[in-house]
Nanobody, 128 residues
Framework: QVQLVESGGGSVQAGASLKLSCTAS????????MGWFRRGPGKEREGVAT????????MYANSVKGRFTISQDNAKNTLYLQMNALNPEDTAMYYC?????????????????????WGQGTQVTVSS
């Protein structure tokens, strides 16, 4: 079992930055990928960013490319999401996830079905 705990959310003005953290505990060795997902008000859950844990390769949704950066600190078992130039469309509950990404990380890395473990989420609210 893997436990994931997110932190770092908050309420900010448009244009501000936030950095989310996700600390993993339990047996994490079988997870090939980790990712950040979000669900905005009245919206479907969407994949925001993913990282292939073995080599640190990353992939982003088009909506956040160039503004968000996903990274990992293996020594601390922690995943990060640096979010810059936030806008009201980024308002959502943000979830950390870990999984095997069976089927090929490049193909499924931003798909929620590729992940087995989920955190409880941290709220990000961006006002204009």
């Amino acid at each position: 079992q893997v436990q994931l705990v997110e932190s770092g959310g908050g309420s900010v003005q448009a244009g501000a930055s936030l950095k989310l953290s996700c600390t993993a505990s339990g047996y994490t060795g079988s997870n090939n990928c980790m990712g950040w997902f979000r669900r905005g008000p009245g919206k479907e859950r969407e994949g925001v960013a993913t990282i292939f844990t073995a080599d640190g390769d990353t992939m982003y949704a088009n909506s956040v490319k160039g503004r968000f950066t996903i990274s990992q600190d293996n020594a601390k078992n922690t995943l990060y999401l640096q979010m810059n130039a936030l806008n009201p469309e980024d308002t959502a509950m943000y979830y950390c996830a870990a999984g095997t990404c069976a089927g090929g990380w490049w193909s499924v890395g931003l798909s929620s079905y590729a992940y087995n473990y989920w955190g409880q989420g941290t709220q990000v609210t961006v006002s204009s």
